[in-house]
């Protein structure tokens, strides 16, 4: 069930990034799950930034696209804390997994469809890139 529009999706993608930014501070861990929650974090916002849909800014990657990276991440989130051997540490390793399992759902019902057809048919036609020869 496709229920979460392009619109709030983008609202939950610039909250996760702002999550992934703050986790390590609001739940106490660092290392190796510090700086990948750093680097996740600007990778979500500048992916999210890039994407074509309502609040991407330069709408440079089509939204089913963004979607499947969405996708690939909640998997590897789940994987991480024991790819990356920091399953001991119950702050981070529960955060991971929460946070894998949230953007998991978060695929799952999004309309990922629906902001490309609308953008799609809002990029055919542009009047400034007509030539008058």
């Known amino acids: 069930m496709k229920i979460l529009s392009p619109r709030v999706h983008g609202y939950i ?9 703050l986790a390590p501070s609001l739940f106490g861990f660092g290392g ?11 990778v979500h916002a500048g992916m999210t930034l890039l994407t074509a849909f309502p609040l991407g800014a330069a ?7 963004h979607g499947g990276l969405e996708a690939a991440v909640g998997v590897f989130l789940v994987a991480a804390p024991w790819l990356f051997n920091f399953d001991e540490v119950a702050a981070a390793r529960n955060f991971f997994l929460a946070t894998g399992v949230a953007v998991g759902l978060v695929w799952l019902i999004t309309d990922y469809r629906s902001a490309y057809a609308s953008t799609a048919a809002g990029a055919r036609y542009r009047p400034e890139d007509r030539s008058f020869s």
């Open 13 to 21: 993608d610039y909250a996760v990034a702002a999550l992934f930014l």
């Open 32 to 42: 190796l799950p510090e700086t990948l929650c750093y680097v996740l974090g600007v």
């Open 59 to 65: 709408k440079l990657v089509p939204f089913p696209v």
